[in-house]
T-cell receptor, first 115, second 112 residues
Framework: SAVISQKPSRDICQRGTSLTIQCQVDSQVTMMFWYRQQPGQSLTLIAT?????????ESGFVIDKFPISRPNLTFSTLTVSNMSPEDSSIYLCSATPGQRTDTQYFGPGTRLTVL | DAKTTQPPSMDCAEGRAANLPCNHS???????VYWYRQIHSQGPQYIIHGLKNNETNEMASLIITEDRKSSTLILPHATLRDTAVYYC?????????????FGQGTELSVKP
């Protein structure tokens, strides 16, 4: 399995500002993903973070709002830009390790509250 | 990826087996059945997956019907710590993994 950490674990932000969430994996992985979980809801995939190329976004999510970086095989960032209260959610990072290509492991999540 | 249908909630007595059903009647031949769970305020945890044979690991057993249109996750001796939302997901495994599409899941409450 892969051990995934996220920073920060939680934050409270003002509307109009941006927050960058970091995701670190303890081993090199091929694929990394970012999910959003709104209060009381299930997880929704935001995008696939591709190493060395632009992220692939799901319908309803755009790069200007959720820019993603993937500078190497163990690290990715998600920025939530120009935040509004509707962005208050848990943001989760996941990864598929090279050793177990068929299983996805998740980080603990970042709880974001926008005032 | 195929859609899944799960009951929104279930109760189970501590120490008894918890049997969580999942319908996936439109599953394709190359789609696997995955189970994850999410304990409150934590990231989802992988439990088990299978294609057509029954599978067992240290956490649970997965029973897939012969026509693959439904499956059951079995927690053999449920404990209070198994209280969580359980997600059944079907997906194709691409090269080096593929995205997961989460439904609403089943909220399992294990009671003393």
């Amino acid at each position: 399995s892969a051990v995934i950490s996220q920073k920060p674990s939680r934050d409270i932000c003002q509307r109009g500002t941006s927050l960058t969430i970091q995701c670190q994996v303890d081993s090199q992985v091929t694929m990394m993903f970012w999910y959003r979980q709104q209060p009381g809801q299930s997880l929704t995939l935001i995008a696939t973070a591709n190493q060395g190329s632009e992220a692939t976004y799901e319908s309803g999510f755009v790069i200007d709002k959720f820019p993603i970086s993937r500078p190497n095989l163990t690290f990715s960032t998600l920025t939530v830009s120009n935040m509004s209260p509707e962005d208050s959610s848990i943001y989760l990072c996941s990864a598929t390790p090279g050793q177990r290509t068929d299983t996805q492991y998740f980080g603990p999540g970042t709880r974001l509250t926008v005032l | 990826d195929a859609k899944t249908t799960q009951p929104p909630s279930m109760d189970c007595a501590e120490g008894r087996a918890a049997n969580l059903p999942c319908n996936h009647s439109t599953i394709s031949g190359n789609e696997y059945v995955y189970w994850y769970r999410q304990i409150h305020s934590q990231g989802p945890q992988y439990i088990i997956h299978g294609l057509k044979n029954n599978e067992t690991n240290e956490m649970a057993s997965l029973i897939i019907t012969e026509d693959r249109k439904s499956s059951t996750l079995i927690l053999p001796h449920a404990t209070l710590r198994d209280t969580a939302v359980y997600y059944c997901i079907v997906r194709v495994i691409y090269n080096q993994g593929g995205k997961l599409i989460f439904g609403q899941g089943t909220e399992l409450s294990v009671k003393p």
